[in-house]
């Protein structure tokens, strides 16, 4: 039976034995390739511990498929994840039918895909939404596509929302069973923020707060143990550089993991990987499944002239061309060529992801993620850093390398 999200603080205290590895990730949105080629990577086995920093769901094209294949992996290895804003979401606007046709309708108008669509499909049915989806979201059912291609019989909004809590009560329930942290005594896994290491006596309304924290890593806060966090993807965090990879603050004892996946153009999976629960040797592993290639010829870097990030990120167009536009930012006036999928139009106006025109440095030999190729060069991305390559490229048969853990 249907019960709503219980925000008050549930946290579950684990004991993870020495000798174990620790695999800690976060913000998977419904990417479950991305989530079985990370896994891959890493050789994952039923030693291994794996930890999930929240956002399992929405934004991506598979986010039923993603909840039911971390269910039955908890079922079979050990696997332990806190619920995020969205996964919390997808219940919480459950509460009534207004709120879930409401809820529907905005995510497809901004991502072009639902789990409650998911879930509607699987059974052979569709629900109508209204309005128009916007650029992006048409986007990223190219890019994946066409998952709402599928046909069906159309139903109402009462008939869709009375088929999901009557066919998936099991995935609901699973949601709603989620702490909101989890404890190793070591470390703390939480998806967006922590006020205090004494949580026990947090308020809904702090919880609440805490699964949709933005920007946690500059706040004055000081840890005595590592807090791990997602929901911020960590290129808008100012490092001087536009960087996918895991954001580590040894100083706060903050680790940010969201790289991005789903949401970001070019967003890749991050991980955190210890060896040992008493182990502060973190290694970062990633995934993403851009063609992979090898750098042909050297090139020194070249610091761009401006990075773009979601905070600031709406712009005008000045012209356009085939492959991109010229484009002014709204915030400082600055102008920059900007390629066509990175720029999408909000109600706002038009906006422009994270991106810059930075010459990353690379040696003969470096494996790059090749993120799109123009008149002007090729976009790679080299260790979670993004920027543009001038020289030659010999396309790798693998889709993977290890040259991206480090």
Request: hydrophobic share 35%; charged share 30%.
């Amino acid at each position: 039976m249907f019960k709503t999200m219980d925000f008050n603080i549930k946290v579950q205290r684990l004991t993870i034995p020495k000798g174990h590895r620790i695999i800690i990730t976060s913000d998977i949105h419904g990417k479950l390739s991305y989530l079985k080629g990370l896994l891959e990577k890493l050789s994952f086995s039923k030693e291994d511990y794996l930890l999930i920093a929240g956002d399992v769901l929405e934004k991506g094209g598979e986010s039923l498929a993603t909840l039911r294949y971390l269910m039955e992996l908890e079922r079979t290895h050990h696997v332990y994840m806190v619920y995020g804003n969205v996964d919390a979401s997808v219940v919480v606007n459950l509460e009534s039918v207004e709120k879930f046709y409401s809820r529907y309708c905005k995510v497809m108008k901004h991502w072009g895909n639902s789990v409650y669509g998911e879930m509607l499909r699987a059974h052979g049915k569709i629900l109508v939404e209204h309005g128009e989806r916007s650029v992006q979201a048409v986007e990223m059912e190219r890019r994946a596509g066409g998952w709402t291609k599928d046909s069906g019989e159309e139903i109402s909004a009462e008939e869709a929302y009375k088929l999901i809590l009557e066919k998936y009560d099991r995935e609901l329930a699973f949601i709603q069973s989620l702490p909101v942290i989890i404890d190793t005594g070591a470390f703390l896994v939480t998806h967006a923020g922590l006020p205090t290491e004494d949580y026990k006596d947090l308020s809904a309304a702090e919880v609440r707060h805490m699964i949709s924290w933005t920007s946690f890593q500059e706040e004055e806060l000081y840890f005595s143990r590592y807090v791990f966090v997602g929901h911020w993807p960590v290129t808008i965090y100012e490092r001087g550089r536009m960087d996918s990879s895991p954001l580590i603050n040894r100083e706060k004892k903050i680790v940010s993991l969201d790289g991005g996946c789903a949401v970001k153009r070019d967003g890749q999976l991050n991980a955190v990987v210890l060896s040992d629960i008493e182990a502060e040797d973190f290694q970062i592993v990633s995934y993403d499944d851009f063609p992979k290639a090898r750098v042909l010829k050297a090139q020194q870097k070249k610091e761009g002239k401006f990075f773009s990030r979601w905070s600031h990120r709406f712009v005008e167009q000045i012209e356009q061309d085939g492959e991109g536009s010229r484009v002014r930012f709204l915030h400082n006036g600055e102008e920059s060529w900007v390629p066509a999928p990175y720029l999408w139009e909000e109600d706002e106006g038009l906006s422009c992801s994270d991106y810059t025109d930075s010459e990353l440095e690379l040696c003969v030999g470096d494996i790059v993620s090749l993120i799109g190729s123009y008149r002007r060069g090729y976009l790679v991305r080299k260790d979670g850093v993004l920027g543009w390559y001038h020289g030659s490229l010999d396309m790798c048969e693998s889709e993977n390398s290890k040259e991206e853990t480090r």
